[in-house]
């Protein structure tokens, strides 16, 4: 991915859809059977309750008469429209190798906006750097996801000596919750590293629209590098300004480093999990076709159990999922969740 990371975005794109769009097309949006689900009005069926459904879809009359709860199932519209929720802060431009979150966020972006788009549906998205930046209002066009990664790429780096207030994620949960009014698809694009407050605020938007959690992270948040040259440096967090100096070479910091980085983790993903999002791990140094193939894979999935999945980015390199596959197991990331990004200086 590295490659794509300097790169304007009409050649993001043009070698976007020759490597990865072209070949998702048909697995995430086909003619005639879709991985993306419109919404819809028409009444076509009922059935028993299940555990995740929608309640307000609840058919009360047929409830009380078989004293059973049953909902009612729609005609689903072809039209979709998707939304990304962009967290583009300070933490977000961080990459301990050549590529930086933010150029996974672009690439991923970038990809299913054209695969949604490629087929009369829109996308629409919200921005956030230091605070809600505006709305793109929803679009079907090829320039219209240009414009999108034009202002991804869009310059906001915190001002040389000033020291921010890190990133409060739950301003712009609630910012999308007040923009997006009718049912749709929402990717949330964050590493998550924010102030405490937003789980809640995803929870909402959660019960009201299908969200993805499309966490992104780098190797070096969930343990310090390797190497007999580490030793004492200084390390900036890329939000706050906040310097520290520390010893790396240190077998006991080294080892309170990756205790604090897996509690986290830990504690992150038990967040997105009760919050009802699906959730899709994006490390720096994964391949994007395949953790959009693993993506593809979700969506299956997630049709199938009615229940919130997540596939962790350490899948990557696993063997490739049956038709039938077995329930998913709890694996470890190579990313962490709140460790504050640290670059050294």
């Known amino acids: ?39 819809g009005i028409d009444l076509a069926d009922l059935r ?63 990809t299913l906006a054209r695969v949604i788009t490629r087929h009369g549906n829109r996308v629409g998205a919200l921005l956030y750097g230091s605070e809600v930046e505006g709305v793109l209002l929803p679009g079907a066009s090829r320039r219209h996801v240009l414009n999108l990664l034009q202002r991804m790429r869009a310059p906001r780096g915190r001002k040389p000596g000033t020291v921010g207030g890190g990133t409060k994620l739950a301003e712009l949960l609630a910012a999308a919750a007040g923009v997006i009014k009718r049912r749709g698809l929402v990717f ?6 924010s102030a405490p407050g ?43 300004g906040e310097q520290l100096f520390i010893d790396a070479s240190d077998p006991g910091f080294r080892a309170r480093y990756a205790a604090l980085a ?19 791990e994006l490390a720096t140094d994964d391949d994007l076709l395949d953790a959009l193939l693993r993506y593809a894979d979700l969506r299956r999935r997630r049709a199938r159990s009615k229940a919130p999945l997540r596939f962790p980015v350490s899948l990557a390199r696993a063997t490739p999922a049956l038709p039938e596959p077995a329930p998913l197991r709890r694996a470890q990331s190579v990313g962490a969740a709140a460790t504050p990004a640290a670059r050294p200086s």
């Open 262 to 280: 897996e509690e986290q983790d830990a504690a992150l993903i038990n967040s997105l999990a009760t919050s009802g999002a699906d959730i899709v």
């Open 48 to 110: 028993e309750y299940q555990h995740h459904d929608d309640v307000r879809h609840m058919d009360w009359n047929v409830t009380a008469r078989l004293q059973t709860p049953h909902v009612r199932q729609y005609t689903e519209d072809r039209e979709l429209t998707a939304w990304f929720v962009l967290d583009l802060s300070g933490s977000v431009d961080f990459g301990s190798g050549d590529t930086t979150k933010l150029a996974v966020s672009t690439a991923f972006v970038a």
């Open 1 to 39: 991915m590295a490659e794509l990371a300097d790169t304007t975005p009409e050649q993001l794109l043009r070698r976007l859809e020759w490597t990865v769009i072209r070949r998702l097309d048909g697995l995430l949006q086909g003619d005639y059977r879709t991985l993306f689900r419109g919404g």
């Open 188 to 193: 949330v694009v964050s590493d998550f590293i």
């Open 198 to 240: 937003w789980e809640s605020a995803l929870g909402r938007l959660a019960q009201r629209h299908e969200v993805v959690a499309v966490r992104l992270l780098d190797p070096l948040e969930m343990a310090l590098p390797e190497g007999a040259e580490l030793g004492l440096m200084t390390v900036e967090d890329a939000e706050t």
